[in-house]
């Protein structure tokens, strides 16, 4: 007889996140707020991607991401020589997060119990990310090259945990707004 292999740890981890009902204190302090701002009417429309077929957020976190690795890399391979660029970089992924975490706030708006947990400690995790980008930034600023990479790559590493949490919201629990017609079934050949 085979026996059943668990889950990898993060799977685990994941799923008790989804079960920590600890959290839904938080959750539902924050949604009348968050409902009011990014989840009802036109503005919810526009921001969950109606116009478009399917969410905006996904689309808008690359700009983020890739804004911050690009950064990471020019600090990683280009050196002192490319600080301005990466602070630039950066500079740009931090205009983004505004119009990206509306449109998360949007799609977390509707989504059900489970689903809040996670995207409630997903928008933490993000949020810490974007402080420690900041502080990237600021260091940069003040000439602090050395310290100004450093602070990336711990943001890097902190917006890899929120990465995965979206990613694992987007992917394994389907948030995310779309044109029904993609519920259709596809048309038989």
Do not use: C
């Amino acid at each position: 007889m085979n026996a059943i292999e668990p889950p990898p740890a993060i799977v685990r981890w994941t799923q008790r996140l989804e079960d920590a009902t600890g959290l839904d204190t938080s959750v539902h302090a924050l949604e009348p707020s968050i409902r009011a701002l990014f989840g009802t009417g036109t503005r919810a429309s526009v921001l969950r991607g109606d116009w478009l077929g399917h969410a905006v957020h996904p689309l808008l976190t690359d700009i983020v991401i890739g804004t911050w690795t690009s950064a990471s890399v020019l600090d990683l391979f280009g050196r002192r020589d490319s600080s301005a660029s990466a602070q630039r970089l950066i500079g740009t992924g931090l205009l983004a997060v505004g119009p990206t975490a509306w449109t998360g706030w949007a799609e977390w708006s509707v989504a059900g119990p489970r689903e809040k947990r996670v995207g409630l400690v997903h928008a933490g995790t993000n949020g810490l990310a974007i402080g420690v980008y900041a502080a990237s930034w600021i260091a940069r600023k003040r000439g602090r090259h050395g310290a100004g990479a450093w602070l990336a790559l711990t943001g890097a590493a902190v917006s890899g945990v929120g990465a995965y949490l979206g990613g694992h919201l987007a992917s394994a629990r389907k948030v995310g707004s779309h044109d029904p017609a993609y519920d259709e079934a596809a048309p038989q050949a």
